[in-house]
């Protein structure tokens, strides 16, 4: 079957820690991979999208980056984390079908 | 480049009375339109879709929306509304992503806060 994977649900993270969300499918392969941020619970960002592996594409300019190491996995990260970070991050795949990751409630303090 | 308006950021409205979100929008092509719904802390939930076919599409929950061509507005509805239904709504369209070929993108509108009253 068809899933999407995302952890961790929640991160409490010091200003200038690292940082790395982790995304994964199951039951496909090459999808195209997205990763959003909503902030203070409203409208979704996109970040970054992926259509394979290496391949990353970024939408706004911002303090993270994005990593497509193998075709199922995507990862968001961070080298040093900055206040304005915090926000609640999706993963999602975008193909016939849509899936969405359960969320990570970023915190940083 | 598509985008997805929500011109309401909180509809209140009491129990039991019908329940409307509005949602009008801008893409290049045929649309393919999407309502989700949050809860606090919580990840998107698929409430609907308007791919083709029937303006008029159902959805989870006993939700409904109205895909208007003319009027390029997607609105959620609802006829009786519950405490339960509170929640953020999203709107959203789906595209392609200039010059990536085959990656398709969803742009979310701002969202709309429901709020049914007991």
């Known amino acids: 079957s068809q899933t999407i994977h995302q952890w961790p649900a929640t991160l409490v993270q010091p200003v200038g820690s690292p940082l790395s969300l982790e995304c994964t499918v199951e039951?496909?392969?090459?999808?195209?991979l997205y990763w959003y941020r909503q902030a203070a619970g409203r409208g979704l960002q996109l970040l970054f999208y992926?259509?394979?592996?290496?391949?990353i594409s970024s939408e706004v300019p911002q303090n993270l980056s994005a990593s497509r190491p193998q075709d199922r996995q995507f990862i968001l990260s961070s080298k040093k984390l900055l206040l304005s970070d915090s926000g609640f991050y999706l993963c999602?795949?975008?193909?016939?079908?849509?899936?969405f990751g359960s969320g990570t409630q970023l915190s940083v303090l | 480049a598509q985008s997805v308006a929500q011109p309401e950021d909180q509809v209140n409205v009491a129990e039991g009375n019908p329940l409307t979100v509005k949602c009008t929008y801008s893409?290049?092509?045929?649309?393919?339109l999407f309502w989700y719904v949050q809860y606090p802390n919580r990840g998107l939930q698929f409430l609907l879709k308007?791919?083709?076919?029937?303006?008029l599409v159902k959805g989870s929950y006993g939700f409904e929306a109205e895909f208007n061509k003319s009027q390029t507005s997607f609105h959620l509805k609802k006829p009786s509304a519950l405490v339960s239904d509170s929640a953020l709504y999203f709107c959203?369209?789906?595209?392609?992503?200039?010059?990536?070929?085959?990656?398709?993108?969803?742009?979310f509108g701002s969202g709309t806060q429901l709020t049914v009253l007991p």
């Open positions: 999602a795949w975008i193909g016939e079908k849509l899936f």
């Open positions: 893409v290049s092509g045929n649309p393919y």
């Open positions: 308007y791919i083709t076919g029937d303006n």
């Open positions: 039951g496909t392969s090459n999808p195209n």
């Open positions: 959203a369209v789906r595209a392609l992503l200039g010059g990536s070929g085959s990656a398709r993108q969803l742009t």
């Open positions: 992926s259509v394979g592996i290496g391949q």
